[in-house]
């Protein structure tokens, strides 16, 4: 048995284990495949660093980011651990120093990233090198549709597989699914041993809040916790730049952060942050894992986080020491829209958008829970817990009232239109707002016409929300947003349940958004899938998407919604090239089914040559075997068709040109028929 105990105290200076780190090294020791899922600032890198120095051998450790490997790396060599990186960020001398010790034997811990593994001479060396163990930090990174995916994570299994060592992997953020898809990918659907330490990080403070004025809401929660170190995250570069002047003009010392900027800024905020106090970042998500700094104190959400598993990730980064940290994080209508939109416009299958969109829902859920956030936050990665006492909610108990007719509205009028319609479209019907939608459909007939008029448009959209935050409705991804209802809404459809809504976020909900969609919020998920399409196109022709369809033919396109080929000729920007490299797949999007349209038809389209051959067809169809029926059939070729709808011959002697003898024979006179009546 390994004793581990002098090791942790000389080499890392602690004389005890955190709970669940001395089962998971000692598992990790003997040379088991193991799964830990610990929470952030639990301790990982204890749990294989220890290991590697009680094993023979070179422990691999695959990370995501070079800066985190040099953190690691330069604690390790502090410590008296002999350990180096293989990066791109490596100087040549540190390059020739982590060769040499490898040679030599005395390496211990050899960090890489995961993209160095699609070298060819990777494996070569780390054949070579007496590998004995593979450890993979950030683990959660090997799912495909995750938030933090990186595609070189696919390779880390097909390495254990050619060096026969166990693995251990590791990360903070891992629901039941992404546990799967890490089992999976990893260790080929064997079961490795898991631990799970549980989600729970009770010194921090969870908050959530409208956003009401969200610059002046930034301003205040920094101006409150003055001097200390913070990170805030928003949803756009430009933002990011401009919360963070505004920091500054209000005395605080902040930086920007975000993807667009050259590597070698990055890297100076990076190391101002691990290094000054006080210091906040106004960043994008670029700015994510491996922060290794223990002592931030608080983050602020400035747009709501892309789903649940980020947002925890996110607010992961506070009070890593341990001590106290704070969270706020702001949500209004457009980032939701924002949210959507980002994930129907993505090129995921149905089946995953949906699963995006449960995700998105549950963090709503969190927004808008009327109990102890902490409960739902951990509630939705399985564990149970009483209420914290530590959360916004727990602080000041929401008001709530019985919000049972309202939603019982919303679903009738949800059924009564065939779940086939967003909650734009339901709002006007519930508002009796007559619009060309409600016309051309006849909802203005429906029971349901104009019987929520006790609440506003605003309200109207804050209920909706609090309905998906409980997730009695869900987008359908294949019908472009429509809602529909879920099993846990049918009770409360019949009146056998009653539901409990917040009261202040339907109170508040009376500011407008303050820019203007693009298209309605009824369009905006057609709009969304349109650009899907476009991109994808545009990926595989490697061309920027506006030379597919710029933004305003696709916006025609959701606004008018063109049944078919003819229809969809008349949008601006669809020109008879583009109508026949693009049309049809862009219909589908539209109607979900394919137009079979003869090529010589499909040239017509959109002009009165179509229409004029499309009647034509209809009378060939009527005496393809004479005029009673009784004769041999007989019938013109597609492309004689179009010819005459084309060329419109006058006369019995023209029309026989194009027809010849036996076909003037029999559809010569009806065709000049319809040809006179086409003017």
């Known amino acids: 048995m390994f004793d581990s105990a002098p090791l942790l105290r000389d080499v890392f200076g602690f004389d005890d284990f955190r709970p669940g780190q001395e089962e998971i090294v000692d598992a990790v020791t003997t040379g088991e495949n193991v799964l830990a899922i610990m929470p952030t ?36 060599q502090e410590a008296g651990v002999e350990a180096g990186a293989l990066t791109s960020g490596n100087t040549p001398e540190e390059t020739d120093a982590v060769w040499e010790a490898l040679e030599a034997g005395r390496l211990k811990l050899l960090y890489m990233a995961p993209e160095r593994l699609a070298a060819g001479s990777a494996l070569g060396m780390l054949r070579r090198i007496n590998v004995s163990l593979i450890a ?75 956003k009401d004025g969200p610059r002046k809401q930034v301003l205040d929660f920094a101006a409150a916790r003055k001097g200390q170190s913070g990170i805030v995250y928003c949803g756009t570069r430009n933002k990011t730049e401009v919360l963070a002047k505004a920091l500054c003009s ?56 892309k789903s649940i598993e980020a947002y925890y990730q996110e607010i992961g980064r506070a009070g890593r020491d341990g001590g106290p940290a704070e969270t706020l994080t702001m949500f209004g209508p457009d980032d939701i829209r924002l949210r959507r939109s980002q994930i129907d416009e993505g090129l995921a299958p149905p089946e995953r958008r949906m699963a995006d969109h449960a995700r998105l829902n549950a963090l709503l859920g969190l927004a808008e829970a009327l109990k102890c956030r902490r409960q739902t936050l951990l509630g939705y990665f399985g564990e149970q817990a009483d209420p914290c006492g530590k959360c916004d909610l727990c602080d000041s108990p929401p008001e709530i009232f019985d919000g049972t007719t309202p939603v019982r509205m919303a679903l009738s009028a949800i059924l009564r239109t065939e779940e086939w319609f967003g909650a734009g479209h339901l709002i006007d019907i519930l508002l009796a707002n007559e619009t060309d939608k409600i016309r051309a459909r006849r ?11 006790d609440w506003s448009r605003p309200q109207w959209q804050a209920i909706f929300r609090q309905m998906m935050g409980h997730d009695l409705v869900r987008p359908d991804p294949e019908r472009h947003g429509a809602l529909r209802m879920t099993e846990s809404a049918k009770p409360i459809l019949k009146g056998e349940a009653h539901i409990n809504l917040r009261k202040d976020t339907i109170r508040k909900a009376t500011r407008r958004p303050a820019v203007k969609a693009m298209v309605s919020e009824e369009d905006a998920p057609l709009l969304s899938a349109l650009k899907a399409k476009r991109r994808a196109l545009a990926e595989a022709a490697r061309v920027p998407a506006y030379v597919i369809f ?12 063109p049944a078919n080929l003819d229809d969809m000729a008349r949008v601006s920007g669809v020109g008879a090239k583009k109508l026949e490299r693009y049309g049809a ?8 089914a394919v137009e079979e349209l003869h090529p010589a038809r499909r040239k017509l389209a959109g002009r009165n040559q179509g229409d004029i051959y499309d009647q034509l067809l209809e009378v060939q169809s009527q005496l393809s075997r004479g005029p009673d029926g009784i004769d041999k059939p007989l019938s013109c070729t597609a492309s004689q068709l179009a010819k005459v709808a084309q060329l419109r011959p006058d006369d019995p002697r023209a029309m026989e040109q194009v027809l010849g003898d036996r076909r003037h024979e029999r559809f010569g006179a009806a065709f000049l028929d319809v040809l006179q009546q086409a003017g």
């Open 41 to 76: 600032g639990g301790g990982k890198s204890l749990c294989f660093q220890l290991p590697a120095l009680l094993r023979d051998g070179v422990t691999v450790v695959i990370s995501p980011l070079i800066a985190l490997m040099r953190d690691q790396v330069r604690g390790l």
């Open 585 to 592: 797949t862009f219909l589908e999007v539209l109607t979900g």
């Open 136 to 210: 993979v930090d950030e683990a959660h990174c090997v799912s495909q549709w995750g938030h933090d995916f990186r595609p070189d994570y696919l390779r880390i299994g097909e390495l254990r597989r050619a060096l026969n060592v166990p693995l251990a992997a590791f990360t903070a953020t891992a629901d039941a699914e992404t546990q799967d898809e890490i089992v999976q990918k990893l260790f080929d659907g064997s079961e490795p041993r898991k631990f799970l330490r549980g989600f729970d990080r009770p010194n921090i403070h969870l908050a959530f809040t409208a």
């Open 443 to 453: 909802h203005d007939t429906l029971s349901t016409y104009g019987i929520g008029k």
């Open 550 to 561: 710029p933004d305003r033919t696709l916006i025609e396109m959701a606004e008018t919604r």
């Open 250 to 305: 209000e005395g605080h010392s902040a930086c920007h952060y975000h993807g667009g900027m050259e590597a070698d800024d990055r890297r100076i905020v990076e190391t101002r942050f691990a290094r000054e106090d006080g210091l906040i970042v106004v960043a994008t998500v670029a700015f994510g894992m491996g922060i290794d700094k223990p002592d931030i104190r608080w983050v602020a959400h400035a747009d709501l986080p």
